[in-house]
């Protein structure tokens, strides 16, 4: 019997598990055994290369194919990719921002290849470029025409694809650079706005279809662990969603207002020192946005518990997924109303949340927009995110098994077997030479008129201002490849190159262990002659730069002379680099899996220009097995995630620089 409070179970949310790996093939056997699993929905991960718009064979991608997801170079890619999966059965969210457009038009010229009607297709493309320069870098386009590609996609999809959410703002990054639940809100909402405005401006869509297009617009957002922030920050989502999309749009319809957010519950919060603690985090986490119905999530996707150890196994992802299902169909959550209406205490904390979050606005709103306040928007969270590391390193956050209670059993989980298995998925390394072969096998197995053809008229929508998407898929079917379709675009809107945000020092409140090194590097910097001079590094394609940035700002603080350009560098860009400013120490930073490869390169160009003697360190996610083989290749320190004190890191370049001149004296 239904009572006011409680009703028959409402459907839970889409299940999902982020995922895609090595190649399509393997991806799509992946996809079809969780499917038969239970999860309801696809998220495709995309490997660096696809995400930023290069074939395989491109030196910008090398070590990085099929590390982080799926390469997808043309539409043969994708046809294996979605073998024996129905399109217009399926609801597929693609975490692609730049190449959005393409994507989704190789997703497309597959659903007709397969006879779907273009209005049965359902999912998300994620194509939220603000938050790629301020978080997770994989922009290709300065912020004009990725805007602009945005617009054209909205304008597109609500006609031909209605069910389709072209454009989902991504806050989930923001916070893994450090952003404040207000920031979140703030950066996020900005970008919402910077978009619609976009589709106005664009003369695309009729002013009587623009609630259409409001209402497609959909978030996916981080949940963390701190529960009951997390959980009242989505309130304040909707509620100040809802707020915009009336006052700023007029947008009548309280259907169409409706927050609409996808998750991934945080993963770089997940710990590599006792990894099963994050069994918990993570179902914590899933909490926060799942018990508010009225701020419920439409789709959830969970990390698996050994991500900051490395790619996950099958099994990893299944039990992701089973604690989904617990949650949703084991437990009562679903019949129930809202559980927090009336509170107080989530009230007063929603409305400090929204206060702050639009005080954050005012000023974006200000400085012009979203796209005219990224360097005032990354400067914040790389500053927010130094005080994060820094209450981490100090104690002042407590993370278990990291900072405190550090004593440790042996954990059977991350044990390798009997068989010699290993606690996590691994990549082979000849594949990347497969994929190079077929790619190549490719281009010369289709028509080059048509290719020719379909780039040219690309090009012309591009720079007359006509709709890309149409262009796009002719340009698919006709065999065009990823690297060729954003080849083609950035000869016409060119490229862009993302601010740093380590220009300006962070204070760490003159702490005594940052005064201590300082001390030593002002003495070291005497021995040498100069100030110690710390290259700071990004080779590859690995747009997570959060961990360089903080490194850098660090070394700034302590007196070192840092040169750090960001990320996207070649090897030989890196060695130019450390030549120019006669760099005492070149540090690396990788957290996509391509370290061998990339620090690889790196040394044996160093050598080559003579500069053998310059040390280099290393840091990111590397499993022991590849520490071992690096420094048999040479690098003198590897960090990992483990060593979360940064001014003991600094401590140790120091000592490892002086010890290093002494040496050649």
Not at 60 to 78: N, Y
Not at 368 to 380: F, L, N, R
Not at 405 to 425: K, N, R, V
Not at 486 to 495: K, Q, S, T, Y
């Amino acid at each position: 019997m239904t009572k006011p409070y409680q009703h028959a179970p409402d459907p839970p949310w889409i299940f999902r598990t982020y995922a895609g790996h090595s190649t399509a093939e393997k991806s799509n056997a992946l996809y079809r055994a969780n499917l038969a699993r239970g999860q309801t929905g696809l998220s495709v991960a995309f490997d660096l290369p696809t995400q930023t718009g290069y074939d395989p064979d491109h030196i910008l991608a090398r070590g990085e194919v099929g590390k982080v997801g799926v390469p997808i170079s043309h539409l043969g890619d994708m046809r294996q990719l979605f073998s024996e999966i129905p399109l217009d059965r399926m609801n597929t969210s693609m975490t692609i921002n730049a190449p959005a457009a393409w994507l989704l038009a190789m997703y497309v010229a597959l659903a007709d290849e397969q006879g779907a009607d273009r209005a049965l297709l359902q999912g998300t493309t994620q194509n939220d470029l603000i938050k790629e320069y301020l978080s997770r870098g994989t922009y290709i386009f300065p912020p004009g025409p990725s805007l602009r590609l945005i617009g054209d996609m909205i304008a597109w999809c609500y006609r031909e694809v209605p069910k389709w959410n072209p454009m989902n703002v991504c806050s989930y990054h923001l916070q893994e650079a450090g952003a404040t639940p207000e920031q979140e809100l703030a950066f996020a909402l900005a970008t919402a706005i910077s978009v619609l405005d976009t589709v106005k401006a664009g003369g695309q869509v009729p002013d009587e279809d623009f609630e259409i297009v409001a209402s497609r617009i959909s978030f996916f957002v981080n949940a963390g662990v701190r529960f009951v922030t997390e959980l009242c920050k989505m309130r304040s989502f909707t509620k100040l969603w809802d707020q915009i999309l009336l006052e700023r749009y007029g947008v009548q319809d309280p259907k169409a207002r409706r927050f609409r957010y996808g998750v991934q519950v945080n993963s770089l919060g997940l710990t590599e020192p006792q990894p099963e603690n994050n069994v918990y985090r993570i179902l914590i986490e899933a909490l926060a946005v799942t018990l508010s119905k009225d701020a419920r999530c439409r789709a959830l996707q969970l990390p698996a518990w050994n991500e900051a150890l490395g790619l996950p196994r099958p099994w990893d992802q299944q039990w992701s997924l089973r604690l989904q299902q617990v949650l949703a169909y084991e437990t009562d959550l679903l019949e129930y109303e809202d559980l927090f209406d009336g509170s107080h205490v989530v009230e007063a904390k929603v409305a400090e949340l929204s206060k702050g979050a639009l005080e954050q606005l005012a000023l974006i709103d200000a400085m012009g927009g979203a796209s005219s306040a990224i360097d005032y928007m990354k400067t914040e969270l790389v500053a927010s995110n130094a005080k994060r590391v820094r209450s981490v390193e100090t104690g002042e956050m407590t993370v278990v098994g990291v900072n405190r209670w550090t004593d440790s059993e042996a954990s059977p989980l991350t044990a390798t077997g009997a068989a010699g298995e290993s606690s996590i998925e691994t990549v082979d390394p000849r594949l990347e030479a497969d994929v190079i072969a077929r790619i190549k096998a490719w281009r010369a197995g289709r028509d080059a008129g048509a290719v020719e053809a379909a780039l040219a008229d690309l090009k012309a929508a591009a720079r007359d201002g006509r709709n890309v998407m149409e262009p796009s898929i002719v340009a698919a079917k006709a065999g065009v490849t990823t690297g060729e379709w954003a080849g083609a675009l950035r000869e016409v809107f060119g490229e862009y190159r993302g601010p740093t945000g380590v220009a300006v020092v962070v204070s760490t409140g003159e702490a005594e262990d940052v005064e201590a090194v300082k001390r030593e590097v002002e003495r070291v910097s005497r021995v040498l002659g100069r100030t110690l001079t710390y290259l700071v590094g990004k080779p590859g394609l690995d747009g997570h730069s959060n961990g360089a940035e903080q490194i850098a700002t660090r070394a700034r603080a302590c007196g070192m002379e840092v040169v750090y350009d960001g990320i996207r560098s070649t090897p030989d860009e890196i060695v130019r680099r450390a030549k120019e400013s006669r760099a005492h120490v070149v540090g690396l930073s990788i957290l996509s899996g391509s370290h061998l490869d990339l620090v690889q390169e790196v040394i044996r160009v160093m050598r080559a220009e003579g500069l053998e003697h310059i040390p280099v360190v290393a840091g990111g996610i590397i499993p022991p097995e590849d520490a071992l083989i690096l420094k048999q290749m040479g690098v003198a320190r590897i960090y990992t995630p483990k060593d979360f004190k940064i001014t003991e890191i600094m401590g140790d370049v120091v000592k490892l620089v002086e010890a290093t001149a002494l040496e050649r004296a």
